[in-house]
């Protein structure tokens, strides 16, 4: 592996000439107000740089081993995959709908539509200052995605109003939609956001219309070994018009052991009453992988979110989610499970911004060996938002005695008709719990697998859809098998 | 049964039992009693293998084998249970889960096929019916959210599925209402047989007004200090322990 060592000053170099070689290549293919999006990304960018540990919400987690690797975009790829070989890979399986992107870069091959082309058929999809777009058939599909290969029969109507394509069609399709909500989940000072807004070259684009039930959709990106260190940028927006509902699984996974940076962005937009269930799950040893999720919850929506970190030598997800319309709720549940080469850090805030709204999190880590899990957790009640309901818990196991969890949650209380708590724990597998099973003739090591999958239990077991349930519980349970025959 | 020689025993590096001579002979039902603090929990634990409990001298066999150099989990499929007086809560740990592999462990140690999920299911549900247990605890992770009465019900539910040759029950009795005591006696009862062996752990008398004790021995300050037959129960109940811990110079227990 050829790896390019770049002096650490330079890390803002590299990726201006990053930005600038892309915009070379798209010049003419990008409208102007993305055009302009991403030049005022890459600005904010090189005044910062990559961020340092003295930034509060990166307290835990340095970049220091990322800055100086020149990780650039693939060239020109063959992927030499076909949808057989995602079968272990995906957590939705049986999902009407699928993108898959391959080293950051869509796979249409490996895609799955929904039934419906593009805007669904006129009258279940809305078009939002309209920006909506007559359908097109399916030979005419840029991306390729639409129609194909789902061969199945049409779906009945009132569930075919989404749109799901990728970044380019999207932009190319919907762009007053795009422009109105490209940035604007995302707060201000997120240098790596900020790279992602600059660089971004493809990602999975979500539209469920109003009262629509959208379903299972599954993004997957895999990250396939190569030879060059390798950047990626997905970006990615989903938008729930009001009440309507779906369950989105963004499932990144590397192929073995991969030299890649991945920096994805995720903005979700929930209209009022719309419910989503998002599950994120990251497994990418040996990888870089700086995602930010971000979140607007209008009145009475519901999000449930999963996020789950299963291996990567750093992999840190910023969640936000800003309830701003009355009565919205936010359940979090976060699991890491950080072997000996893992760094896996979980960063989330939760505002409260509106009146009446309520956030439950739950947050669980399992680290062994020399691994570190780090857990930050701020729950914001703004001036104005009474009778907010939070509670926040942390829950920590150390498999051995050089594995390290850290835990800071925050709570900061602007108003006084609140009820808010927070705890958190760190401890090891009980001795009266294992001498309890072993006395009932089960061997240690079987005593800790049970223990130790006891403890993530409460976080897989509230997975709502079962068929998700289902594949999460076997992943995380094939995990710490691993983490479990690791020398401690 | 079990043969106990001389058993010291020592936890953190102190000497807590200091030479116990205890025969219990298979078909034989004893009870061991004893102030708070005389070491009675311990000799359970001792014997059942748990780490930190430090055999600094003397034997135990059973049926004829060094229980003392066996895993815990060994002397479990070998058939020896210990009823526990706390219960440990194991949330997410699902109770019909433990008790198969429980059940299985114990079968596959004696050359048996595993119980399929259709046997279990029925054996549990007998059992649980037997001992008056509702059937959604069965789902409920172990002893988790239990009352005190369920969780020794749930124990003595254990060792119905599993069968053991030898029962160590310490205190399964206490914090049990009056009805709750005669189930649970009627479970041990159940077990009873000429090929099995209880060693029954109490405060109590009321219990072994429903198991018939054949021998009570009493232990103070980590030593046996008087063995006898089942009126000896009878006349702690009525006299306390005070007329017998003056009394240390050790009683050989048989
Ligand atoms: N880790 C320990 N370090 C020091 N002493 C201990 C330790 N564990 C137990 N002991 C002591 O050993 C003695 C015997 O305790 P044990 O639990 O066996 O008593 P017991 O007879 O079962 O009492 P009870 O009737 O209250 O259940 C007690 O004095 C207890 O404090
Ligand atoms: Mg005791």
Not at chain 1, 211 to 228: M, Q
Not at chain 1, 239 to 260: I, R
């Amino acid at each position: 592996m050829t790896t390019k060592v770049l002096n650490p000053t330079t890390a803002v170099d590299h990726y201006r000439s990053l930005f600038r070689a892309r915009a070379t290549r798209r010049v003419g293919a990008e409208p102007p107000w993305l055009a302009d999006l991403r030049a005022a990304a890459m600005a904010r960018f090189a005044a910062t740089g990559l961020p340092a540990t003295r930034d509060e919400r990166w307290h835990y987690t340095s970049l220091a081993a990322v800055a100086p690797v020149a990780f650039a975009p693939p060239g020109e790829q063959c992927i030499g995959l076909d949808t057989g070989d995602l079968a272990p890979l995906l957590m939705a399986p049986g999902a009407k709908a699928r993108l898959c992107f391959v080293n950051g870069r869509l796979a249409p091959s490996l895609c799955l539509a929904p039934s419906l082309s593009a805007d669904g058929i006129g009258r279940g999809a809305p078009s939002p200052r309209g920006a909506g777009v007559s359908p097109t058939p399916a030979g005419d599909d840029p991306t390729g995605v639409h129609g194909r290969p789902c061969g199945g029969p049409a779906a009945p109507p009132e569930r075919s109003a989404l749109r799901l394509a990728g970044w380019a069609q999207a932009i190319e399709r919907w762009p007053d939609e795009m422009a109105h909500h490209l940035g604007h989940h995302l707060g201000a000072d997120q240098p790596v956001a900020e790279l992602n807004m600059a660089l971004a070259c493809d990602g999975a684009v979500l539209f469920v219309a109003d009262g629509v039930d959208a379903g299972r959709v599954e993004l997957l990106f895999l990250t396939t070994a190569t030879s060059e260190p390798l950047f990626s940028a997905p970006r990615n927006l989903i938008v729930l018009g009001a009440g309507s509902h779906a369950t989105v699984v963004e499932n990144h996974v590397a192929l073995g052991t991969a030299n890649a940076f991945a920096d994805p962005v995720t903005e979700i937009d929930l209209g009022a009453r719309a419910q989503l269930d998002y599950l994120k799950l990251v497994h990418e040893p040996g990888s870089f992988h700086t995602a930010t999720v971000a979140v607007t919850q209008g009145c009475d929506s519901r999000l449930t979110a999963h996020l789950l970190a299963l291996g990567g030598r750093l992999a840190r997800t910023e969640f936000a989610t800003h309830l701003a319309g009355a009565g919205g709720s936010a359940q979090l549940f976060g699991l890491a499970l950080a072997g000996g080469g893992d760094h896996l850090d979980l960063t989330t805030r939760i505002d409260h911004d509106a009146l009446a709204t309520r956030s439950r999190e739950l947050v669980k880590q399992i680290v062994t060996g020399r691994g570190r899990g780090c857990f930050s957790g701020l729950v914001h009640v703004h001036p104005g938002a009474q009778q907010t309901d939070a509670r926040l818990t942390n829950a920590n196991l150390l498999l051995s005695d050089r594995a390290e969890a850290d835990t800071r949650p925050i709570l900061r209380i602007d108003a006084d008709d609140v009820k808010c708590s927070h705890g958190a724990t760190v401890g090891r597998l009980d001795d009266e719990a294992l001498f309890y099973l072993r006395a009932r003739g089960l061997d240690a090591d079987e005593a800790r697998q049970i223990l130790t999958a006891a403890f993530a239990t409460e976080v897989v077991a509230s997975v709502a859809d079962p068929t998700v349930a289902a594949a999460v519980r076997a992943r995380v349970d094939r995990r710490l098998t691993e983490l479990l025959e690791e020398p401690r | 049964m079990l043969n106990i020689d001389n058993l010291q025993v020592a936890v953190s590096g102190n000497e807590i039992l200091h030479g116990i001579t205890l025969h219990l002979p298979a078909g034989e039902v004893h009870a061991l009693m004893g102030p708070n603090g005389s070491g009675k929990s311990t000799l359970a634990c001792a014997l059942a293998g748990k780490p930190g409990y430090q055999v600094t001298g003397g034997t135990a066999t059973f049926r004829g084998t060094d229980l003392l150099a066996q895993l815990p989990e060994a002397r479990a499929r070998a058939g020896l249970f210990l009823g526990f007086q706390y219960p440990v809560e194991l949330p997410g740990v699902s109770n019909a889960m433990l008790l198969k592999q429980a059940v299985n462990a114990r079968r596959r140690q004696r050359g048996e096929t595993e119980m399929d999920a259709m046997d279990f299911l029925v054996a549990v549900k007998e059992r649980m019916a037997f001992m008056e247990m509702d059937e959604t605890l069965l789902e409920r992770g172990v002893n988790e959210g239990f009352s005190g009465g369920e969780k020794k019900r749930n124990e003595i539910l254990q060792m119905l599925m599993l069968e053991p040759d030898l029962a160590i029950l310490d205190e399964t009795d206490s914090g049990l209402d009056i009805d709750a005591l005669q189930v649970v006696a009627r479970g041990i009862n159940h077990l009873r047989s000429p090929s099995r062996a209880v060693l029954l752990i109490t405060h109590y008398q009321r219990l072994l007004d429903h198991v018939a004790p054949d021998r009570v021995h009493v232990l103070a300050d980590g030593r046996i200090v008087r063995s006898g037959g089942p009126e000896l129960a009878k006349e702690l109940e009525a006299r306390g322990y005070g007329w017998l811990t003056g009394d240390v110079a050790g009683v050989e227990a048989r």
